[in-house]
């Protein structure tokens, strides 16, 4: 039993050190607004693929992935077919990450995201997605005001349950009045 977590703790570790790099490059990406070159995304992609490959199933280093991918989608120069690859890439990092904790809120909004620029309004993993985040994001007024415009831009395409928890959580039916001029009759269809 000792060996066992001795070798899972230096697995977690090596996959950390091989992660931290590609971590502190896109904290800085953000932090000065950079846009990454081909090259060096490339080269923060690989940093993840060889902490993936220590720790397959650990969901930080697949939210890590999501959030390279992410990155990708904001690159100049994309062909259609490596940015339907990022969507898709970047949406089963985040699924394969929420899978083992569904209650990280920050991953949710992430998903949405990438499901709504791929126009998957009724995917149940989108509603999902913001169903979540009308849950478990009500101290982040940011996330709150993502869900509003999101939700708004979707709404036809959102079952009952979903749009209960939305009106719920936010402020979506200002949203509708101040975009579209809809009255509350208007929604509910």
């Known amino acids: 039993m000792l060996c066992q977590q001795l070798l899972w703790g230096g697995l977690r570790l090596a996959a950390e050190w091989q992660a931290l790099p590609a971590s502190a490059r896109m904290d800085w990406w953000s932090e000065w607004e950079v846009e990454p070159s ?3 995304w490339q080269r923060e992609y690989r940093r993840l693929q060889a902490a993936l490959r220590l ?5 930080a280093l697949q939210a890590e992935l ?7 989608l904001g690159m100049e120069g994309l062909s259609n077919d490596q940015t339907f690859e990022a969507m898709d890439a970047g949406a089963q990092a985040y699924m394969a990450s929420l899978s083992q904790r569904p209650t990280w809120v920050g991953d949710w909004d992430d998903l949405a ?3 709504y620029n791929q126009r998957l309004y009724a995917d149940a993993d989108y509603q999902l997605a913001l169903r979540q985040m009308a849950r478990l994001g009500s ?3 940011d996330m709150m005001d993502l ?8 709404w036809q395409a959102l079952d009952t349950e979903t ?3 939305v009106v719920g959580a936010t402020d979506v039916l200002r949203t509708f009045d101040v975009r579209e001029g809809l009255t509350v009759a208007d929604i509910s269809r």
């Open 38 to 40: 081909e090259a060096e």
């Open 55 to 59: 720790m397959p199933d650990d969901p």
């Open 66 to 72: 999501g959030d390279l991918y992410t990155w990708r």
């Open 113 to 115: 995201l990438i499901l």
């Open 139 to 141: 101290r982040r007024g």
């Open 147 to 154: 869900l509003a415009e999101l939700s708004a831009s979707s």
């Open 163 to 165: 749009r209960t928890m």
